[in-house]
């Protein structure tokens, strides 16, 4: 265990934790609003910037930052405030944007995808989260403490214990800490399950959220490493002290919500 490394990793995460759990269990909606926006463009800035040093001699426009800021935000509107009108716009959002982007005087087709995959990959999962909070405040809190312990347990497991390495994506992460992670994730989950005051979820909706959550958060986790590895860079950004940037600590919560989600209104609502 490298304990200066794990104090300042912790330091970082209480901050962190203190943000999003003000965000969260405010009584005004807009708070959860609030909150996505700040993590959407935190993270969409170190998306573009990781997909300019994939693709290096791909033109990238000036103007492109900003549409995928907006377009991210009109997305997130989509979701928080129901509307046929926003909805249908919103699938208009991909067409226009390769179309300027083909049709510019520099062809910038591949910053076009790189903007439709960025709201794929960011914007619509913290819509999600957003969709979530409107169902009920409880269920983006559990979802954020299972990733949080899911994340810390794998940590400490596999510092103490791991010896085999899990993928070659991520060399530092073990099979013994994913396991443990995993493991000790599903048991909290069952706890809270006994323990909870919401009797309308069942133990057996809170140990699906807690699997979900370790195989999409796992996933989620290789795959912005991957995505680093491909742009030649350790972190997305240096944002938190410890942690990396907003992507590095959000990656496992972008893949997990689409999951959740879906599981959430097809059998929890």
Known sequence: M???????????????????????????????????????????????SLMEKIFPGQHFPSWIPFLLQLG???????????????????????????????????TAFTAGLCVVLGWCYISLPMGFLIGLRGIHLVLPLALILMIWMNDTMAY???????????SAIS????????????????????????????????LIDWMMLAAITCIAGTAGDL???KLKRMAAVKDSGNLMPGHGGALDRFDSLLVTLPFAFCYILWFMV
């Open 2 to 48: 490298n304990w200066p490394v794990f104090f300042t990793r912790l330091g970082s995460a209480i901050l962190f934790s203190a943000v999003m759990m003000a965000g969260l269990l405010a009584p005004t909606p807009w708070a959860i609003f609030a909150l996505a926006a700040l993590i959407q463009f935190l993270c969409l800035r170190e998306f573009i």
């Open 72 to 106: 991210g935000v009109w997305i997130m509107l989509t979701i928080a405030v129901p509307d046929g009108n926003l909805f249908y716009i919103s699938f208009l959002l991909p067409v226009l944007v390769l179309l300027i982007s083909v049709l510019s005087k520099r």
């Open 156 to 166: 400490i497991v596999g510092s103490f214990i791991g010896k085999t390495p899990f």
């Open 171 to 202: 060399p530092k992460k073990t099979w013994e800490g994913t396991i443990g992670g995993v493991l000790l994730t599903l048991a909290g989950a069952a706890v809270w399950a006994y323990y909870s005051p919401f009797s309308m979820y069942t």
């Open 223 to 225: 795959l912005e490493s």
